[in-house]
């Protein structure tokens, strides 16, 4: 009576699938054993050129293993005092809880040279609030000359360039 009800619901029945994996395996094994005996590996031998090749790196000036590879010492601590930092950086803003931006922090870092992205997306429901902080980033554009950009067709994403950041008005690209 079992088979005939997993075959009503269109399954297969649980008992063939035992004898049928048996069957596969012991078949996949028997081809696992010819594969293993096709494929073992070749022994190389290498010859004098091969050893008497240099095994130090052209630029490496710290130290080497006994067989003369560069070792590196994980637990080295090397300064990075000669790295520069960058003095601009790209700033994702989205509105806080209460649904504002931080325009006067945004400024001072436009002044310093940051390039500013705001997000609104984030308010699609609230059309009130997007034109309330969309008339906040205008005002900070007319108050201290910083130009604001739409990046997409909606006004959601929008780009105030920071000091010094040049955008070419012809083809709205950032140079």
């Known amino acids: 009576m079992a088979p005939k009800i997993?075959?009503?619901?269109?399954?297969?029945?649980?008992?063939?699938?035992?004898?049928?994996?048996?069957?596969v395996n012991v078949t996949k094994n028997n081809q696992i054993k010819q594969l293993e005996e096709e494929n073992k590996p070749l022994e190389i031998e290498t010859t004098t050129v091969q050893s008497e090749l240099s095994k130090t790196k052209l630029n490496w000036d710290g130290p080497l293993t006994p067989q003369g590879e560069p070792f590196h010492d994980l637990g080295l601590h090397i300064s990075s005092s000669s790295k520069k930092t960058p003095s601009n950086a790209l700033r994702y803003v989205t509105p806080n809880s209460m649904n504002r931006l931080p325009i006067d922090s945004m400024a001072s870092r436009l002044y310093q040279g940051d390039v500013v992205v705001v997000d609104l997306s984030t308010m699609v429901h609230m059309d009130s609030?997007?034109?309330?902080?969309?008339?906040?980033?205008?005002?900070?554009?007319?108050?201290?000359?910083?130009?604001?950009?739409?990046?997409d067709q909606k006004d959601n994403l929008l780009l105030l360039p920071g000091k010094d950041i040049m955008i070419d008005r012809s083809k709205y690209d950032l140079i």
């Not at 997993?6 to 069957?23: C, M, Q, T």
């Not at 906040?136 to 007319?142: A, I, N, T």
């Open 129 to 151: 609030q997007q034109r309330a902080c969309r008339q906040s980033l205008r005002q900070l554009s007319s108050e201290r000359g910083i130009p604001v950009w739409s990046l």
């Open 6 to 23: 997993w075959h009503f619901l269109g399954l297969p029945d649980p008992e063939e699938n035992v004898e049928r994996k048996k069957s």
